[in-house]
């Protein structure tokens, strides 16, 4: 078993290695990018973490690299998010059971029509149903839709539009449906995890727990998740993908 997982900043990255409990070791790639590949004491899947920076176009264009030059078996977007209340609080953890593009479409004089809609694709990818229940399961994590939005929302009526436009919403981030894309080009399972930071709603910094969250997303890697992944993903069959995982 091998998974690529992709935060969008180096604290996202870090915490999450050291969830994992073992060194990374850094391998480079195209533009500065790095893979931070961690092999578990005792087996276990294999690792490469990876930040990509902020927004979905930045998280797609750095996973399809990675993706391109080896073979995976799986593409985690993980990092810290907002989270709709009550379905999330801050200091919980949030499993996408979907992985929905919130703000990818047009403004219309009826409302806002998503690219779907429109018909410029598709604004939602699903992570395989029992590998997002086994992930929810192992680090107490809410299950419910995690939005990509380009723009964090900052007031009370763009995050009531959000909810009511999106009922199963828990959390909102930036770079979950990139790293979809990405995924879904090169046949590869997609899961995303946050750790909530803020609640979605008026811009407060004040109100923000950013290391209370990243601490439990460290958490959340130490405690059962690669265990998950073993238990509900079997390593992809076939060729090897063009490239080296080694990078």
């Known amino acids: 078993m091998h998974a690529l997982v992709v935060t969008a900043v180096a604290p996202e990255r870090d915490a999450v290695t050291r969830g994992l409990g073992a060194a990374a070791r850094r391998l480079p790639l195209p533009g500065g990018l790095a893979l931070h590949r ?10 490469d973490v990876l930040a990509a920076g902020a927004g979905p176009a930045a998280a797609a264009a750095a996973a399809a690299t ?3 030059r080896g073979r995976y ?7 810290i998010g ?3 209340a009550p379905a999330a609080a801050v200091g919980s953890l949030v499993v996408a059971d979907a992985i929905r593009a919130a703000d990818l479409g ?7 029509a998503d690219a779907a809609a429109l018909g410029y694709g598709v ?3 699903r992570p395989p149903a029992a590998l997002a229940a086994a ?12 939005l990509t939005v380009s723009t964090v929302t900052g007031t009370a009526a763009r995050a009531a539009e959000l909810a009511a436009r999106h009922p199963g919403a828990a959390a909102e981030a930036m770079e979950g449906f990139g790293v979809a894309c990405a995924a ?3 046949g590869v399972p997609v899961a995303e995890v946050r750790a909530v930071s803020n609640l979605v709603g008026p811009r407060d910094r004040a109100a923000w727990r950013i290391p209370a969250a990243l601490d439990a997303l460290t958490e959340a890697f130490a405690t059962g998740f690669t265990a998950a992944l073993a238990g509900t993903l079997a390593p992809a069959a076939g060729a090897p993908r063009t490239g080296s995982n080694d990078a």
């Open 38 to 47: 961690v092999s578990r004491p005792g087996g276990g899947p294999l690792l």
């Open 135 to 146: 992930l929810a399961a192992a680090t107490g994590a809410v299950a419910g839709t995690v």
């Open 123 to 125: 604004v939602e990818h």
């Open 73 to 79: 078996d799986l593409a985690v977007s993980a990092g």
């Open 184 to 186: 879904a080009l090169h």
């Open 106 to 112: 047009s403004q219309t004089p009826e409302g806002f």
């Open 82 to 84: 907002g989270g709709f």
């Open 66 to 68: 990675a993706l391109a």
